[in-house]
């Protein structure tokens, strides 16, 4: 039998092998994931020596997280702008970025809107997340995807907001009834370029779907077309929430002007890059 600890530098020094970036992090959370143990517990027992059942239960995770699978894919929820989400391949995994958007909209919004709309949904990240923080609000996702569709609506029922989001299957605004306007419209669209999407890492590549983080040649298509469409569909003095690509905000700033926004501005991210596109009608 082997310890804790001898069970965590084995399985770190195997993620190394393969390439996993943070292989210690990653052996502590998928082994205190198994063991039901917060990491801070893991710490308190090392020298706990391990049963088989228990070993049984980390190896299935262990081997997936060295085929590349993303971690969140394997542990099977991620956490999001205070809500927990299930994840898993049928959607894109809530990032950093898409968390910083969602904070922007809430800094940028003087009253609570009354309407949401959240175009490309994947796991209901945003939609969901701005319905639990506006509890009056009627919100909308939007996907293409029925299976991102399917998770979104397991996560609306697993947070019991699945009364107060509708899911519709829908290319951006075309499966909305005419005349639908909105306070705000947020989303994160693909806007990976081909190239950029080929230079990602194996865990994004190899399991997350491609449609959901590349929508062409450039990475702007998808973006160019919301940005035209939108102010059709927003109330007056509504506002346009985009995460978006770096080295893309001078071809949106040039859409949002010829679409007729009142004022638009860029904001960083936490690394510093143009990432979030903000317009208001």
Known sequence: MLTLLEIIKKTTGFFETKG???????AEILIGHALGLPRMQLYMQFERL???????????????????????????????FHIKLKVDRRALIPRPETEQLCELIVEQLARPPLTILDLGTGSGAIALALAAFYPQASVTALDTSADALALARENAAALGLEARVRFLSSDWFAGLAPGAQFDLIAGNPPYLSEAELAETAPEVRGHEPPAALSPGRDGTEAL????????????????LALETGIDQHARLRERAVAAGFARHESRRDLSGRERHFLAWK
């Open 20 to 26: 996993v970036e943070n292989p210690r992090l990653n």
């Open 50 to 80: 391990l049963t088989e059942p228990e070993l049984e239960k980390i190896r299935p995770l262990v081997k997936r997280r060295s085929q590349r699978e993303p971690l969140q894919y394997v542990l099977g929820e991620e956490e999001f």
């Open 224 to 239: 160019a077309l919301i940005i035209a469409d939108a102010p059709g569909h927003l109330c007056d003095g509504g506002l």
